[in-house]
């Protein structure tokens, strides 16, 4: 406990010495998380906004004209006991030729020219966001289809597969310009841990000779790594926050539509940016000083 | 408490000590001596674990110096003080500092870190000298310290190589008197100089070293 003080004042001193190279490192470490975190904004809001285009998103079961009203009510049950089916709505032939009527306009005349109405009935069903995945629905199509006076089952496939992709898409790429970034974080320390143990070579062998162990020696530059990260940290999310004040409000101004539609991180998220600095640091700063030989 | 038996240590396939054995009993100060390029300096280093002896095997204080994990050499290395000419304080702190540096490193209480190296700058006299740093002392007092720094922690065996180097013969009796003050209380001390007068007529033990061979032993 008391090594550990000692070696946090030791920490404390460097830092004092070395006060330029740690503020620059400090603000490499800022800048980087800053854009990492910047895209995790950015995909957290993709994320957020596709789910919401995907609320609209369901099935329509087309029902045969010779369907009976027990097969009707049989699939209709169906339908309510399926948890992930959250909406459903009946549609019949002439609420279908309504709707037609009212949105075709002028092709009003064809839709005269039949004797009858050339409509099918149908269910919209609308699904939970969890449900949304291509495979899981397809199978959900399949086993709508087998139901006796179904005679097809329609839903965006294609539209919901690109959407798919793309949100996968979005996580990969985060995923590893977060690796990159933290690789280039963790250089960032390793660099200048490793000046400031070269520069105090002397000192170290020195501490070497006294008995001093390896821990008492590394510690120093651990905290060191430690503080720098998490001062880079908190610089980053300030930062990003300003960023993102700055940019909503002009944004509205534009579009005030958006207003409320682009998220931040929630509070209780902040400290991640100072102990993602942290950690990077930490491994940056172990890695610089290596092993130790006596 | 130092025993070596049959040491040799080689440096690119040159033997710079060659099947060295000798024993220094607790309490005893000794003098190894011999020409330049002898192997002085390198036994010295075998004794503390700078280097590791490539035959036979090196005791002190019951620790098989050769055969320690790199984990375990700062514990030998408390029981040894070190005076080494290229072993010199930082410049960066003072002389308190730089003496109180071996006692922080075991982790003693501030207090009695205080008092520790209070008592040990007196003792060679430079005390009021505490809050100088070293740039600002003589090579006889800068001496003084490092002797301070290696005693401070009250090692069992004091290891100095060449301590009067570059001092003058006045300054260096004063360095030699430090020695024997510090031996009488208990330490091991060995010194490796090829000043003879440093040794003669002293009536201690004095191993001759030369090409890296133990030549002979006398008395002083
Ligand atoms: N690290 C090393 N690598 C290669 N050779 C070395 C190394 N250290 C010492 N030597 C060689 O070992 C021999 C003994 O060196 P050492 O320093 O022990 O001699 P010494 O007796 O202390 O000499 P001096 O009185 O000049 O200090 C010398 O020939 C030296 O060149
Ligand atoms: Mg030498």
Redesign the interface.
């Known amino acids: 406990m ?2 550990f003080l ?1 070696c946090l004042k030791t920490a404390v001193k460097n830092l004092g ?1 070395e006060k330029w190279i740690n503020i620059l490192t400090v603000l490499t470490i800022a800048v980087g998380l800053m854009i990492l975190g910047a895209f995790i904004l950015i995909t957290l809001n993709l994320d957020s906004t596709i789910k919401q285009w995907s609320r609209g998103f369901g099935l329509v079961v087309y029902l045969k004209d010779d369907i009976s009203a027990n097969e009707e009510n049989l699939m209709n049950e169906f339908f309510t006991k399926d948890s992930d089916i959250i909406e459903i709505k009946y549609i019949s032939k002439a609420l279908a030729l309504k709707e037609l009527q009212q949105t075709s306009g002028p092709m009003n005349s064809i839709l005269e020219g039949f004797k009858e109405n050339p409509l099918p009935a149908s269910f919209e069903l609308k699904l939970k966001v969890e449900a949304l995945d291509p495979i899981r629905i397809k199978l959900k199509a399949s086993q709508i289809r087998q139901l006796s006076g179904v005679d097809d089952v329609q839903y965006g496939e294609k539209w919901l597969s690109s959407l798919n992709t793309m949100t996968k898409g979005i996580k990969i790429i985060t995923a590893v310009l977060g690796s990159i970034i933290f690789v280039a974080v963790a250089f960032a320390t390793y660099s200048t841990i490793k000046i400031l143990f070269y520069r105090r070579a ?2 170290i ?10 821990s ?1 020696i590394r510690l120093p530059f651990l905290l060191e790594g430690i503080f720098v990260g998490t001062c880079g940290g908190i610089i980053s999310i300030s930062g990003l926050l300003a960023v993102y004040y700055f940019t909503t409000s002009k944004i509205i101004d534009f579009l005030p539509s958006l207003k409320g539609m682009i998220m931040f991180f929630p509070p209780e998220m902040y400290p991640v940016a100072p102990l993602a600095g942290a950690v990077m640091s930490l491994v940056g700063s172990f890695l610089a000083v290596g092993k130790i ?2 | 408490m130092i025993q070596l038996s049959n040491v040799s240590k080689y440096y690119d396939n040159e033997a710079v000590l060659k099947d060295i054995s000798f024993f220094v009993d607790k309490g005893d100060l000794i003098y190894i001596t011999g020409p330049s390029g002898a192997g002085k300096t390198t036994l010295l280093k075998l004794i503390y674990r700078a280097e590791r002896p490539d035959e036979g095997s090196i005791h002190v204080a019951g620790w098989d110096v050769g055969e320690l994990k790199q984990s375990t050499i700062p514990y030998l290395r408390r029981n040894i003080g070190v005076v080494f000419q290229d072993f010199k304080l930082l410049f960066n702190r003072n002389v308190f500092d730089n003496v109180a540096l071996a006692l922080r490193i075991h982790g003693l209480h501030p207090d009695e870190i205080k008092e520790t190296v209070n008592e040990v700058l007196k003792d060679i006299g430079l005390r009021h000298k505490a809050h100088e740093f070293p740039q600002h002392l003589s090579g006889g007092e800068q001496q003084r310290v490092v002797i301070a720094r290696a005693m401070v922690s009250k090692p069992t065996v004091l290891l100095a190589d060449e301590p009067t180097g570059n001092l003058d013969p006045d300054t260096a009796q004063i360095i030699i008197k430090l020695f024997k003050e510090i031996n009488a209380r208990g330490t091991t001390v060995v010194i490796a100089t090829h000043h003879s007068d440093l040794f003669d007529n002293t009536g201690r033990r004095v191993i001759h070293l030369k090409g890296g061979e133990l030549i002979r032993e006398s008395i002083g």
């Open positions: 008391r090594t000692y010495r002397e000192e062998e020195t501490l070497k000779l006294l008995g001093a162990t390896r008492f030989r006596y």
